[in-house]
């Protein structure tokens, strides 16, 4: 058996394809970051040098200082990444080499036969940690309370550029070839029909995968479902009600203050990404804001989501050093944004969690998609399957109940 690892926070290249004749290698992978980049972090932490804070300011003009001194402070002295690396580490894991860039993926098995493949895809500024509950609710779902013809084989691809995937080395790597790299992963694993569900970029990655794999995707679960008005259409929001139109409203309205992320890593990623790659606490700060923000907590991010969950995700960007990687996909994305939009034939479903950052109306949803299931959930934000892995586990075997 060929192991893989990460040494001094880069992965290992898989090259046992080159190795021997056949189709292209599926090698195990394990993590170990070297202990000499968990020391660096530790000295970096250490010398954290904090900017200054008007008074009362909270989170209204960024991440709160009193919080990200305390985050810091625990990451710094109580985080324990080798015990995360052990909890990760007891999880299938895999490389797969695609178009010259090592993939990495997820990929847990489940033991009811006849179970359906599904990929399952993060955002930004997620990773595969994301999927690491939710899994164990599609793959075992008779030991959480579900039936076992309900079961899933769960392939949780980390995209190009993000976390244990290698970071693309050229530009235009939008999310159409991103989904080219998912689909490649999932023919190499023998899946010739299978389930596709994201949430944030994944959604998008996904709706590609749909599009250009249809003879594949058995169908299209999301969990960020986003279009605007049909183009062309004499009166758009004919038939749309007027509770969902002022709920567009009052989602662009929320979000008007929080897209400054949005502008920079559309328009000059490579310039964030000098201050983020550098230093662990503005790189703390960047992403934790976004789920203190995003998640259904009412400000008070620990509410979803403990110190260490956040660290986890964090670390996982810090060792790989792929926050710059991973912010490009803003800037590919604008640059593509010419592309015509195409209608989706698979079955489509949507689970709309009403803190998501985004909401558009059924009417624009159907009108480019073969949307079949609409699925208002109670609560729960962006990060749905950590915030809610309960709901949108079970929306998922809902909708795919009706695709086996």
Partial sequence: MVSLVVAGGA????????????????????????????????????????????????????????????????????????????RLNQLPQFKTNVDGLDIHFMHRRSSVPGALPLVMLHGWPGSFLEFTQISDLLVDPVGHGGRAEDAFHVVAVSLPGYGFSDKPREPRFTPERMAAVVATV???????????????????????????????????????????????????????????????????????????????????????????????????????????????????????????????????YWVTQTITSSTRIYYENQRAAGVPQRRVDAPMACAVFPKDIVFSTRKWMEAENNLVRWTEMPRGGHFAAMEEPGLLAQDIREFFRLLR
């Fill in 11 to 86: 992965s290992v290249p898989a090259r046992a394809a080159a190795q021997s004749p056949g189709p292209p290698a599926i090698v195990p992978f394990r993590i170990h970051v070297a202990n000499e980049v968990l020391d660096d972090l530790k000295v970096r932490l250490r010398r954290t040098r904090f900017p200054d804070e008007v008074s009362g300011a909270g989170w209204d003009y960024g991440t709160n200082l009193e919080y990200l001194k305390k985050l810091v402070g625990y990451w710094r002295d109580r985080y324990d990444w080798r015990a995360h690396e052990r």
């Fill in 186 to 316: 999932m023919n190499r694993l023998g899946y010739q029909r299978y389930g596709v569900q994201g949430g944030d970029w994944g959604s998008v990655v996904g709706r590609m995968l749909a599009l250009n794999d249809a003879a594949h995707v058995a169908g299209l679960h999301a969990n960020f479902c986003t279009t605007g008005p049909p183009a062309g259409a004499a009166d758009p929001n004919a038939g749309v009600p007027a509770v969902e139109l002022e709920r567009v409203r009052q989602r662009r309205a929320s979000m008007q203050n929080e897209l400054a992320y949005f502008q920079i890593q559309s328009t000059k990623p490579q310039s964030l990404g000098y201050g983020l790659n550098d230093s662990p606490a503005g790189l703390a700060a960047w992403i934790v804001e976004k789920f203190q923000s995003w998640c259904d907590c009412d400000g008070d991010v620990e509410r979803k989501f403990t110190k260490d969950d956040l660290l986890t995700n964090i670390t996982i």
